[in-house]
Every structure is written in C-alpha cells, then in structure tokens.
C-alpha cells in the first residue's frame, strides 16, 4: 500500500480516557424499537437466569504454577487474551513482595474450556508476572519492605528465598460451564464471567471483552489493521515496531486508544455497521458488535485476508481522496468517528466507483454539508439510532458520488 505524504507529528493524542470511556458507554443508545417482550413471572424469569455453572477450588504453589504457566496447552494465557494496559515493574515487583511477605493474595479464576485445559477469567496480570519474574524476565524494582533485594532477578535471590517464594501458593476458583453457546434467548456465559470476575482493578471494557472471548482469524484481522502505518497515522497512534509485544514504547502505552483496544473497535464497527445495513440488523451497536465477532469467528484464513482487503482498499481511497486527512470536518482538528463509520460504510458499497478523479468537488459537497445545519447533525451523529446511521451512510453517499 503506498502511504505517500505521510502526516506527521503523531504525538498529541486525539482522544482523552474519558472521551473513549464515552465511546463504549455510547454503544448502548444504537437501537432499533422492538416487540413488547413475552412478560415472565419472577419464577420463570429466575428459572432462566441461573448460570449452569459447576464451582471447584485449587491452590497452585509457585513451583507448581510455574510449570503450569510454561505448558499453554493446560493454563491458557496467549497473547490474544492480554489487555494493552499492562502492570508496570513496580506493581508487578510489588505482588512478588507479598508473596515473600506471606500476605494473602485474592484467587484468581479459571474456566475450564476441556477436561484439565484452561484459559484465565481474572488474574491474568498476577500470573503473568510470576511467570515472568520466576523465568527471570525482570527484577525486583519499588519494593516497600525487601528493599534489599531492589535490583534482583530470581536466580540472583538467596536460595533460602528462592524456596521460600517457591513454596508460597495461590488460590484458583475453577468453574464450569454445562452450556457456552448460547442462541439470542440465553445468556452468554462466559461473557458474563469475564464481564463480573474481573477484580484485578480496571474493568475490562467491551473490546477488551472481544478480544479475550473471541481469539480468532478475524480478531488477528482487528489488531493488525489497526496497527498498520496508514490507520495509525489517521488516528495518530505511534506507528507498529517489530519489538513492540516485548518493549512497548512509552508513547504507544499510554496512548488512549491503543491501550484502551479502542483502535481496534474503530476496525470492528465498520464490519459491524456495514453488515448491520446489509442484513437488516436490530440491537443495540454493542451487541452488534458482539454479533459480529460470533458471526466471522469460524471464518477461514482466506474469508479474513477478503475482508481486510476491503478494509484497506476502502481506507486508502478514502485516505488519498480527502488530501491525507479523511473523517475530518472543517473546522475541526481530529478525524470524527460518525464521519469515518459513514464514509468507510459508503465506500464500500460503492467498491467500483473511483473517487478521486472527483476528489474536488467531494471536499466541495463535503464542506457545504458541513455548513448546511441538518446535514451537519446528521454527519456529527448526534442521532443515535440504526436510523441515524443510515441516513448518515446516505448522506455519505451522497458525498462521494454526488
């Protein structure tokens, strides 16, 4: 892909916490009125809420956890499942402390997927870093009470600690699920589970749900694009580097949409609305969404390399047809994200029309819906509905094509 006149200066961020926290708590207004439920009595209603779900405990010791941790194949914890926001040194030095201090540390929770095969529910953060620290992958910094052992890895502690912190345990809630395929009248369970289990501090938000319940072709479609050089650039998130999944920069860790998996919710609701329109969908965006991710999970590696052509042949002409700076109204300093749903949308039900031998008199149309105070509102997405969005892919049409 040719990414001439790259923009520059990707270093401000475009989207504060709040801003985006916005966007997901948004996700719920999208709606398309529905029939008036069968009404249930409190019996029935009780009857058909309670999670099939079989409870067992475990207690790992360290030495025992770290072999399970090294055999994915029994203790999940692939890459695909890890939140952006990771513990720094400190905060992970500082669960090794307690640890040697002997302080109570909360279980974490497992879901047994197979007989003795499982995948991390909560306490994902404290197992991967003791993991890490007992392969020696980082040391000991922060440290309130051992502060003699500030600066040591490990196999650098004095044996009697070594074996001490070896013999130390961790409690694993284990549950079991009878039933984790739900159709439209059930209740998911495992994202239920995911959605209230998680206690390690920050809540995982709606993405960060998807990319943990979904691992597939199609979610490795999400992150790579939304790491690719031209969607960075749009979006001013610092550019992909070969050692990023070891050595994160700072810049990039602390970037709102990236660590939030904002970016690559922006990916998913283009699918998501394009297929919404498509097929004449109902529900709210968050649950469209959802459906999404469940329709494209069994999706062949071909039927993804497919849909992220799309992507990206929608994203560059976009891209070079609105002078580098696509999604921007006038007058405003950072691409909009009905503007982008819209335009992306549109494109892509007019994959044979060529808009940049128009590229003049699209800015023109564009501006003048700008200025024009309906249009404006539709383009701003200040309606929320499926109707809404419609109109706006409309009018984005209109944009394009005149």
Same mark, same amino acid.
């Given at each position: 892909m040719s990414e001439t006149n790259r923009i520059e200066d990707k270093t401000p961020q475009l989207y504060d916490e709040e801003e985006v926290q916005e966007?997901?708590?948004?996700?719920?207004?999208?709606?398309?009125p529905k029939s008036a439920p069968t009404e249930l009595s409190i019996e029935e209603k009780y009857a058909r809420t309670q999670l099939r779900i079989v409870r067992t405990t475990m207690d790992f010791s360290l030495h025992n956890l770290r072999q399970s941790l090294d055999?994915?194949? *029994?203790?999940?914890?692939?890459?695909? *499942?890890?939140?952006?926001?990771?513990?720094?040194?400190?905060?992970?030095?500082q669960l090794i402390e307690s640890f040697l201090m002997n302080i109570p540390i909360p279980p974490i929770f497992l879901f047994e997927n197979d007989y003795n095969r499982y995948e991390v529910?909560?306490?994902?953060?404290?197992?991967?870093?003791?993991?890490?620290?007992?392969?020696?992958?980082?040391?000991?910094?922060?440290?309130?009470?051992?502060?003699?052992?500030?600066?040591?890895?490990?196999?650098?502690?004095?044996?009697?600690?070594?074996?001490?912190?070896?013999?130390?345990?961790?409690?694993?809630?284990?549950l079991l699920a009878e039933t984790t395929q739900p159709d439209d009248s059930e209740i998911d369970v495992r994202m239920i589970l995911f959605k209230r289990l998680n206690t390690g501090g920050i809540q995982l938000n709606p993405q960060e749900l998807r990319n943990a319940l979904y691992p597939c072709?199609?979610?490795?479609?999400?992150?790579?694009?939304?790491?690719?050089?031209?969607?960075?650039?749009?979006?001013?998130?610092?550019?992909?580097?070969?050692?990023?999944?070891?050595?994160?920069?700072?810049?990039?860790?602390?970037?709102?949409?990236?660590?939030?998996?904002?970016?690559?919710?922006?990916?998913?609701?283009?699918?998501?609305?394009?297929?919404t329109l498509e097929l004449d969908l109902k529900g709210s965006l968050r649950r469209l969404m959802d459906q999404c991710m469940i329709r494209h999970f069994k999706d062949t590696e071909d039927e993804v390399r497919k849909l992220k052509q799309l992507y990206q042949f929608c994203l560059e002409k976009l891209y070079r047809t609105f002078d580098n700076q696509p999604f921007m109204l006038p007058k405003m300093s950072r691409p909009s994200r009905p503007l982008y749903d819209?335009?992306?949308?549109?494109?892509?039900?007019?994959?044979? *029309?060529?808009?940049?031998?128009?590229?003049?008199?699209?800015?023109?149309?564009?501006r003048a819906a700008a200025n024009d105070p309906e249009k404006y509102e539709i383009l701003v997405g200040r309606g929320n509905t499926i109707e809404a969005v419609k109109e706006r892919v409309t009018l984005a049409e209109w944009i394009l094509l005149g």
């Open positions: 966007w997901f708590e948004s996700q719920e207004e999208i709606t398309q055999d994915s194949s *029994y203790i999940n914890l692939s890459p695909t *499942y890890q939140r952006r926001h990771r513990w720094d040194i400190k905060k992970r030095s529910m909560d306490g994902r953060q404290r197992l991967q870093s003791i993991k890490d620290f007992l392969n020696n992958l980082f040391a000991l910094r922060g440290l309130d009470f051992w502060k003699e052992l500030e600066g040591l890895r490990f196999k650098e502690l004095p044996s009697t600690i070594q074996r001490g912190l070896l013999r130390r345990t961790l409690s694993a809630v284990v072709p199609f979610n490795d479609l999400l992150i790579s694009v939304s790491r690719s050089d031209l969607f960075c650039d749009i979006w001013r998130i610092p550019r992909y580097t070969p050692d990023e999944e070891d050595s994160p920069q700072r810049e990039l860790t602390q970037n709102t949409l990236y660590k939030s998996m904002a970016d690559c919710e922006l990916v998913l609701r283009f699918f998501a609305i394009r297929e819209a335009l992306m949308v549109a494109m892509s039900r007019n994959q044979e *029309y060529d808009p940049l031998p128009s590229k003049t008199n699209i800015l023109k149309r564009l």
